[in-house]
């Protein structure tokens, strides 16, 4: 203890609490949460390579993405204060004013939004395709400029399947970096691919109980650097305790993922039985276009399901939501209770009409994020507000 303590009187004291030193050897089996914004250097150490201020590192956060580098086979991992924070600190680290980006429309809209509207402020030009015309891209690319392919799998909200050995392909072939989103597919799928990147969205499987905003960007080391150093100066980063908590979700990550999987295929299977219910897209599903690719890539088929009401159940997606009683009408996946949203409403606004379509979203159609209720009470609960 500090021999000074017994002089420093009230407000000094508080401001200065004893420290509890713990006997080397003697550990707690959870890592404490350094709920702390600075820490004071050691002399013996070049100050750069210690913990100083928790913007730039911290060992909680650190614990963290040690913890999604080694589960997602990656070389290392920098976990940012929510999935977009992760997405733009991505773009703006590997690209510059000059280049340009190629993605698909089937995409998370804000993530659309943001290469759509503000990469152009930075000269950064893009070409949105579609991943049901994938034969495409190669003609996309524009040499020495497109530094990089963005693409998700499967697509938020609807599900569809990227052929993602292609896009493998085609980018090596022109020397294009490739960023992944897999936050729908979760945290321990496409570990084999060799994508550059694999971004994700903690706030979703990862945390999994909805009270956390967290992102993370997995891939290879140099990438990495380059992605952190960004972030340094956007400053988008994680609170320790947040990043306590989804390391304490992801303990019972894959229990949480089976589980909902398995209750996924039950609702997916009775939702495309229903007479009143079309379109049910669940890449689990025989009838989904993506199923063989789908089989192919992933070892685990998801907990989300879309699907279309017919137009005799509601006067639109947005009002069945309200029949529900038991599944709660709010954005967002991945958590333990089951969610549910109109897919025209909230994720395709900003989407031509034409596009709209073809990707099967309107008026009736609807994303649906399977929690860990039991089987039977979500099905109860869609059958009440069907009939
Ligand atoms: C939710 C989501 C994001 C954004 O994550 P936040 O943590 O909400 O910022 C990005 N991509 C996909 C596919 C998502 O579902």
């Known amino acids: 203890m500090n021999s000074n303590r017994n002089k420093w009187n009230i407000n000094t004291k508080l401001n200065h609490p004893v420290e509890v030193i713990l006997h080397e050897g003697n550990k707690p089996l959870v890592q404490p949460i350094y709920q702390s914004a600075k820490f004071a250097p050691t002399e013996n150490v070049p100050y750069w390579d210690q913990f100083i201020y928790s913007r730039v590192s911290n060992p909680t956060t650190r614990q963290l993405e040690l913890t999604l580098a080694e589960i997602q086979n990656r070389e290392d991992c920098i976990v940012l204060g929510s999935g977009m924070a992760a997405l733009t600190a991505t773009f703006l680290a590997l690209l510059q004013s000059g280049d340009h980006i190629i993605t698909f429309r089937e995409l998370y809209k804000p993530a659309r939004t943001y290469i759509r509207e503000f990469l152009p402020r930075y000269q950064i030009e893009n070409t949105v395709l579609s991943l049901s015309r994938i034969d495409e891209l190669e003609a996309a690319i524009i040499p020495g400029k497109t530094k990089l392919i963005h693409f998700e799998s499967p697509s938020n909200p609807n599900l569809d399947i990227a052929d993602i050995d292609h896009i493998l392909a085609i980018a090596r072939k022109f020397g294009v970096l490739v960023s992944m989103d897999g936050t729908f597919a979760g945290l321990h799928q496409h570990t084999g691919f060799d994508i550059d990147v694999m971004i994700h969205s903690l706030t979703k499987f990862a945390n999994g109980h909805g009270d956390v905003i967290a992102g993370s960007v997995a891939g290879k080391g140099q990438l990495i650097k380059k992605i952190r150093e960004m972030s340094i100066y956007i400053g988008a980063t994680p609170d320790p305790h947040s990043c306590y908590l989804v390391e304490r979700g992801l303990k019972t990550y894959m229990l949480r993922y089976e589980r909902q999987t398995q209750t996924s295929l039950k609702i997916a299977e009775f939702l495309s039985t229903h007479p009143k219910v079309k379109n049910v897209r669940y890449p689990g599903l025989l009838s989904h276009s993506g199923h063989e690719l789908a089989k192919k ?69 609807l994303r649906l994020s399977i929690g860990l209720e039991d089987a039977q009470d979500l099905i109860q609960d869609l059958k009440q507000a069907l009939d």
């Open 297 to 365: 890539q992933m070892k685990d088929m998801g907990a989300v399901i879309a699907f279309e009401i017919d137009e005799s159940v509601a006067l639109s997606a947005d009002k069945f939501c309200h029949q529900l009683k038991l599944i709660q009408l709010t954005v967002s996946i991945g958590s333990t209770e089951s969610i549910i949203c109109s897919t025209g409403l909230f994720f395709a606004q900003d989407l031509a009409p034409e596009d709209q379509r073809e990707m099967g979203i309107n008026n009736f159609s």
